[in-house]
T-cell receptor, first 113, second 110 residues
Framework: DTGVSQDPRHKITKRGQNVTFRCDPI?????LYWYRQTLGQGPEFLTY????????KSRLLSDRFSAERPKGSFSTLEIQRTEQGDSAMYLC???????????FGSGTRLTVV | KQEVTQIPAALSVPEGENLVLNCSFT??????LQWFRQDPGKGLTSLLL?????REQTSGRLNASLDKSSGRSTLYIAASQPGDSATYLC?????????FGQGTELSVKP
């Protein structure tokens, strides 16, 4: 297992388009997290899953954002009708329930033009 | 609402200097506190984890302390090297998620 994988690494899209990102966590990790990071800021929590259940969503996650983890393995984050303010690095992390260590992926950098 | 603040926002030091990065948080009801390193354009690498019942953790040239009652943590880096240049983030763990500070961008000059 090579860690948490995110795809794509970079995405440039036009305003108004929909985009989808994928995260593959470490296989034995049952918790998966999405964070958003803008330039010069720390990551902000968006949502997290325990297995396939989405346990919490931040108020940052507007109606245009949706996340899924259908089989408790990989997860997708979709942004509909992208806006310039959505430009950021989207980070995925995974952990095992009961353990405090988190493994982060390299992120997907989204640029909305 | 838990807020995490890091001071300074940026720091430039000559190689070999010892340095301290500061982190403060507003709610002492944390599960643990972690320090991460982030290289430009990359994800986060965990450096040190301090449980809420602990006072400090050490790994090599790094030492992190935690004072829950005052809502403070420090990351001490001894004998800094150019390879230490990165952004350092602290995060508190609360109810299953991490809440991050804005980071300290460290530059170590040869």
């Amino acid at each position: 297992d090579t860690g948490v994988s995110q795809d794509p690494r970079h995405k440039i899209t036009k305003r108004g388009q929909n985009v989808t990102f994928r995260c593959d966590p470490i296989s034995e990790h049952n918790r998966l997290y999405w964070y958003r990071q803008t330039l010069g800021q720390g990551p902000e929590f968006l949502t997290y899953f325990q297995n396939e259940a989405q346990l919490e969503k931040s108020r940052l996650l507007s109606d245009r954002f949706s996340a899924e983890r259908p089989k408790g393995s990989f997860s997708t984050l979709e942004i509909q009708r992208t806006e310039q303010g959505d430009s950021a690095m989207y980070l995925c992390a995974s952990s095992r329930l009961g353990q405090n260590t988190y493994t982060f992926g390299s992120g997907t950098r989204l640029t909305v033009v | 609402k838990q807020e995490v603040t890091q001071i300074p926002a940026a720091l430039s030091v000559p190689e070999g200097e010892n340095l301290v990065l500061n982190c403060s948080f507003t709610d002492s009801a944390i599960y643990n506190l972690q320090w991460f390193r982030q290289d430009p354009g990359k994800g986060l690498t965990s450096l040190l984890l301090i449980q809420s019942s602990q006072r400090e953790q050490t790994s090599g040239r790094l030492n992190a302390s935690l004072d829950k009652s005052s809502g403070r943590s420090t990351l001490y880096i001894a004998a800094s090297q150019p390879g230490d240049s990165a952004t350092y983030l602290c995060a508190v763990s609360l109810e299953g998620k991490l809440i991050f500070g804005q980071g300290t961008e460290l530059s170590v000059k040869p």
